[in-house]
């Protein structure tokens, strides 16, 4: 609504707004061009009209959706995924990726992997082997390897502390 009310205020016409996009009907004059970007930025939101910077936002959307939201992973290849949510070539994106944030699309997945992990130790609800598969892992080694890799403890080591810590709150 902020957007859409910030683009009525500068008279700008519009159509579809989507999370992230703005369809503007006409080419925005230099002048409105600045007008809307201040107007975004007091609103705490960003322009972006760089193409490459606005395909990078979408690739960690997919990510995030794919990683936290969905109930499982899907069961097909993060590359085929990705590829086919964003209609584009998977060696496009990946270098894509790599060359604009500095690490590979694989180790962004691993990252809210690994994010995704602790969520679930911490909320109790599923075991590691649940929680492997869950996240598309093709074993609990696999996850926990891969865990203590990032996070330099093993999930089960993780999952006592967070205990510890929940206790002692509990005892104040």
Do not use: C, W
Not at 7 to 23: A, P, R, W
Not at 58 to 65: A, D, H, S, T
Not at 134 to 162: D, E, M, R, W
């Amino acid at each position: 609504m902020m957007v859409k009310s910030e683009l009525d205020k500068l008279g700008i016409e519009y159509g579809v707004i989507d999370l992230g996009e703005v369809e503007v009907k006409q080419p925005l004059s230099p002048e409105m061009h600045v007008q809307l970007k201040t107007a975004l930025l007091k609103s705490g939101l960003e322009l972006m009209d760089d193409k490459k910077a606005i395909l990078i936002e979408k690739i960690k959307l997919v990510i995030i959706e794919m990683v936290h939201y969905a109930d499982e992973v899907p069961r097909i290849k993060n590359s085929e995924y990705i590829s086919g949510k964003l209609d584009h070539d998977y060696t496009y994106l990946a270098n894509l990726f790599s060359e604009v944030t500095g690490i590979t699309i694989e180790q962004f997945i691993i990252a809210h992997k690994i994010e995704r992990v602790k969520e679930l130790l911490i909320y109790d609800e599923l075991n590691l082997t649940e929680i492997s598969y869950k996240l598309n892992y093709s074993s609990v080694a696999h996850l926990s390897n891969q865990f203590k890799k990032i996070t330099g403890l093993t999930p089960t080591f993780f999952k006592k502390l967070k205990e510890k810590r929940r206790n002692a709150l509990d005892s104040l």
